[in-house]
């Protein structure tokens, strides 16, 4: 009898652990570490982890302050391309724009002429734009373009960890950008010591510029913050922690926090927490920050995804139309990717079209106000994507 008795109990007590477990809420197991995603396309060393854990609970202040859905996991679009995403038409784009970025770097490293042409934030994306088509340092048909960007970069680090040129005004936008960029050539290749030392010290800056709200401005300060600069920094961190720096989980979470106070009811994003109204390029970083801080099922994720699907742009509109255009579409393309499925589906159709009608006879894109470098950096950024080489694009 007493057998009999404990046989019963040990089977109670197993129902009652499997119906636990079932019925768990799929958010109680986002622990930074635990979750799977899917194995990288490409060989690149990119963790399988987020970021950073979501924040456990919506924003209690705010505008339009969300709240949170957990829904099954979704895989983006880095093991699932759309139907016929790299074209004929797309490659000789891109390799017309290659041959014309290369063309515009300076002796120093830098690239392009005028107020912008030695802007390391805007070296970074070009030599982001030469290692989205599979090139290093050293490595690869542009190889050595990659190598003097590098060495561009590390020659305008400063003591505190800033990286700018001297007569840069507002340099945290450049600093995240060239903070990635370090993220993405460290990640690739660890061995190289003085990437390493720069990186961490530019990590740091960042960290100690975080303000009370959570988020970053133009200045490495702790004082103010703002959508735009705060996914620069956000990315940023996520590339040196892919590389295998330490990033304090805290201040994600803060990151997190901040970036959901900036949403509104409509699902876009405003420029800061103060009340504003939305615009698609900065809702198009409000949901690019959440994604690199490893939030993929959010309600404000879907929110801001339906804003960008129907607020970004007239097809045809370009940059001379539409206030930072390529800002916009660099982000807007990699929300839509990590997204995945229909979205990107639909997405990357319309804006590899677009981009390809918009360049110029000599390869180019234009942007009056930050140069064609700058805009062609950011157009081949966003049309390599379907090749899959940056670990910044993998969940």
């Known amino acids: 009898m007493r057998m009999t008795i404990n046989i ?83 490659s000789r784009s891109v390799e017309h724009a290659l041959v014309y970025l290369a063309s515009t770097q300076n002796e120093d490293g830098s ?22 088509d599979g090139n290093l340092p050293s490595r690869g048909r542009y190889g050595e373009h990659v190598s003097r960007t590098l060495d561009y970069v590390l020659s ?27 993220g993405e050539v460290y990640g690739m290749n660890p061995d190289d010591s003085r990437v390493r030392d720069v990186l961490v010290r530019a990590i740091d800056l960042i960290l100690n510029s975080q303000n009370d709200e959570g988020g970053w401005r133009y200045n490495p300060v702790p004082y103010d913050a703002d959508v735009s600069v705060t996914i620069c920094e956000v990315m940023a961190l996520r590339s040196a922690r892919n590389a295998g720096i330490k990033i304090p989980k805290e201040t994600i979470d803060r990151a997190v926090r901040y ?6 009811a409509d699902g876009g994003f405003r420029y800061m927490r103060q009340p504003g109204t939305s615009a698609w390029p900065r809702t198009a970083a409000g949901v690019a920050s959440l ?37 916009g579409q660099y982000y807007a393309t ?11 589906d639909e997405w990357w159709s319309r804006v590899r079209e677009e981009l390809i009608a918009m360049q110029t006879d000599d390869g180019s894109w234009v942007d009056h106000q930050a140069g064609n470098a700058y805009a062609t950096a950011m157009a081949l950024i966003v049309l390599q994507m379907p090749n899959r080489y940056l670990p910044i694009f993998q969940r």
């Open 8 to 90: 019963i109990t040990s089977v109670v007590a197993l129902v009652v652990a499997l119906a636990v477990a079932v019925n768990a809420p799929a958010g109680a197991q986002a622990v930074a570490g635990e979750q799977t995603a899917p194995p990288p396309v490409t060989p690149a060393t990119t963790p399988s982890t987020p970021a950073s854990t979501p924040a456990s609970s919506p924003p209690t202040t705010g505008e339009g302050a969300p709240s949170i859905t957990v829904k099954p996991f979704q895989t983006g679009a880095e093991n699932k391309p759309a139907k016929d995403e790299i074209t004929e038409s797309l």
């Open 334 to 344: 990699q929300t839509m990717y990590l997204a995945g499925g229909a979205r990107w």
């Open 259 to 264: 970036v959901r106070d900036c949403q509104n």
């Open 156 to 182: 305008n680090t400063s003591e505190s960890g800033l990286l700018a040129a001297e007569s840069t005004t507002g340099p945290m936008y450049g600093h995240g950008f060239a903070t990635l960029f370090l």
């Open 111 to 132: 690239f392009g002429r005028g107020r912008y042409g030695r802007h390391v934030g805007i070296a970074a994306l070009c030599g982001l734009a030469f290692m989205a």
């Open 291 to 327: 994604f690199y801080a490893g939030v993929y099922e959010d309600d404000s994720i879907e929110r801001g995804l339906e804003y960008l699907l129907a607020n970004a742009g007239a097809a045809g509109a370009g940059p001379q139309l539409q206030a930072h255009y390529f800002y």
